[in-house]
């Protein structure tokens, strides 16, 4: 079965710090990778996919993803965090029917 | 000019009451979905619907009934609410059924006393 890891629950940052959040999946054929962002007390929005071509994916606000598909991973990516992004962020996975898998989340605190 | 819109946004309701939460998307898509999150903000995808046909109906207890009158409209029915079902329910959509982005709505906090 498919499934989505995503190995830090909350990170704490402080402002201009560097983002990196891990993203693992497991399934054996092609997948669609996405990461959604969810700010507090809001409905989930899309940072960035990955459907095929170029593994390093750049989406909204800065943030950038790569896809290594020897490592099934697909971690996010920002250099420069604001306070602004603290929210929870979701690594999903999508395969037949578009059905999405997603991870547990990890809550991002941005402290300026 | 709200993409996909959940009504209502909170819900508050006892143990055994029936309800309904009803989604409306008027992106044009074909293919709409309900998902569940829990209170450690744990995502499940419930079920799917492509052009008003039920293609994804995930493990979910018979008292959960969804209802696609049109392709615009997902509706979510409850019967005999428990205290487990107290989660944020999100509706989404999209164009078709591969390799598309889905579109969530604001969600439903459903909580169940």
């Known amino acids: 079965a498919q499934s989505v890891s995503q190995h830090n629950h909350h990170v704490i940052l402080s402002e201009a710090a560097s983002l990196e959040l891990g993203c693992n999946y497991s399934?054996?054929?092609?997948?669609?990778l996405f990461w959604y962002v969810q700010y507090p007390g809001q409905h989930l929005q899309l940072l960035l996919k990955?459907?095929?071509?170029?593994?390093l994916v750049k989406g909204i606000k800065g943030f950038e993803a790569e896809f290594i598909k020897s490592k099934f991973s697909f971690n996010l990516r920002k250099p420069s965090v604001q306070w602004s992004d603290t929210a929870e962020y979701f690594c999903?996975?999508?395969?037949?029917?578009?059905?999405?898998?997603f991870g547990a989340g990890t809550r991002l605190a941005v402290h300026p | 000019d709200t993409a996909v819109s959940q009504t209502p946004k909170y819900l508050v309701t006892q143990m055994g009451n029936d309800k309904s939460i009803k989604c409306e998307q008027n992106l044009g898509h074909d293919t709409m979905y309900w998902y569940k999150q829990d209170s450690k903000k744990f995502l499940k995808i419930m079920f799917s619907?492509?052009?008003?046909?039920?293609?994804i109906n995930e493990t979910v207890p018979n008292r959960f009934s969804p209802k696609s009158p049109d392709k615009a409209h997902l509706n979510l029915h409850i019967n005999s609410l428990e205290l487990g079902d107290s989660a944020v329910y999100f509706c989404?959509?999209?164009?078709?059924?591969?390799?598309?982005?889905?579109?969530f709505g604001p969600g439903t906090r459903l909580l169940v006393l």
């Open positions: 999903a996975v999508s395969s037949g029917y578009n059905k999405l898998i």
């Open positions: 399934y054996g054929g092609t997948v669609n």
């Open positions: 619907y492509n052009n008003k046909e039920l293609i």
């Open positions: 990955y459907f095929s071509g170029d593994p």
């Open positions: 989404a959509s999209s164009r078709g059924t591969s390799q598309e982005t889905q579109y």
